[in-house]
């Protein structure tokens, strides 16, 4: 077993900014990146709105040069994935061993019960780590329909954030998946771009708010096809050329260069079930508080970046909370020498 003085779970842009700063502030930092490091950024080919880039920059090559950053003030990244805690008791414990004759792709799969079963049994060997402190910053997946060619284009075409990629669909012919507000939203911010929006909503009447749907239907630039559902995208190999939908039972292929699914976000959280206090909708509650904003229902554990932003979603946020939670946890440990 290793003992570490600070362990940061994730490597998108809150965990790599969080350990650049604790890195530089002489504290041991410990990334654990999972088997790819980066986060959502690494399928997202573009970003024009991160501050200093005035050229853009790939995500990749954006979280690449993060990873260069951490490591250059001695983060030690390990590409790992942490696989059960226990926050019951400090140090804090961390496995990356799998239940007996289980793959990381079964463990994968696991919710509910059964995920907590296969941790508790995780939780009986010898931990592979002890942790001080942790930060937390394992992000948060866009939901996705499943449904063929939506992940081989994804990042070529197949979108889930509008916001950071509405302006590379300028005049394009673009579809919305989803009858929510964020799917409102994105159909708006596409709307500025394009005269071509066409939201596909499998129900009859939009569940988003009253006042979204108003500006939705106002709009001269957006249509909806209602009762209607994505069944595939459609490409050359390189870019996406159309979609097939189900419109009332019958089947049709329409040309399109851009698909935003808009239909949710689900905060990976399980690993911290019943450790964490999460909110209704499965993201880590922050106890804001005067000495630590970033602090959660466990003293010592800190969140930052989608784990627990389920409103803003962007990496410069999630930057910035991991800076927050950064400093949180060097005077946390300050305090507690």
């Known amino acids: 077993m290793q003992k570490l003085q600070l362990a940061v779970i994730g490597s998108g842009p809150a965990g790599l900014t969080a350990a650049i700063y604790t890195s530089r502030a002489r504290i041991e930092t410990t990334l654990f990146a999972g088997l790819e490091i980066g ?5 997202t080919t573009d970003i024009e709105n991160f501050p200093g880039f005035p050229e853009g920059k790939s995500g990749p090559l954006l979280m690449m040069d993060l990873q260069k950053q951490a490591s ?23 496995w990356t061993s799998l239940p007996e004759g289980m793959t990381q792709q079964q463990f994968k799969t696991l919710r509910g019960e059964e995920l907590l079963d296969a941790m508790a049994t995780i939780r009986k060997t010898e931990p592979a780590y002890q942790a001080e402190v942790i930060i937390i910053a394992t992000g948060a997946s ?4 499943g449904v063929p060619g939506e992940k081989e284009y994804f990042g070529h075409g197949v979108s889930t954030c509008a916001v950071c990629d509405a302006a590379f669909y300028k005049d394009k012919n673009v579809y919305v998946v989803g009858g929510g507000d964020s799917a409102m939203e994105d159909a708006l911010a596409l709307a500025k771009f394009t005269e071509q929006v066409t939201i596909l909503y499998r129900g ?7 006042i979204m749907q108003e500006r939705v239907l106002a709009n001269p630039r957006i249509k909806v096809l209602w009762q209607t559902n994505l069944k595939e995208v459609l490409g050359d190999g390189k870019a996406v050329q159309a979609i097939k939908i189900e419109t009332k039972g019958e089947l049709q292929e329409l040309p399109a260069q851009g698909v935003f699914l808009a239909i949710g976000h689900k905060p990976n959280t399980d690993l911290f079930l019943k450790q964490l206090q999460l909110d209704k909708g499965g993201y880590i509650e922050l106890m804001s508080h005067e000495t630590y904003e970033t602090a959660t229902s466990v003293e010592g554990v800190f969140a930052a970046g989608d784990v627990a932003d389920h409103r803003y979603r962007q990496a410069i946020v999630s930057a910035g909370m991991g800076t927050k939670a950064a400093l949180d946890a060097e005077h946390y440990l300050m305090a507690h020498e």
């Open 204 to 210: 009859e009447n939009f569940r988003a708010s009253k």
């Open 39 to 43: 986060g959502q950024l690494m399928y």
């Open 142 to 145: 866009s939901v996705m329909l």
């Open 72 to 94: 250059r003030f001695g983060t030690e990244i390990k590409y790992e994935h942490i696989t059960a805690v226990d926050f019951s008791k400090k140090p804090f414990a961390l």
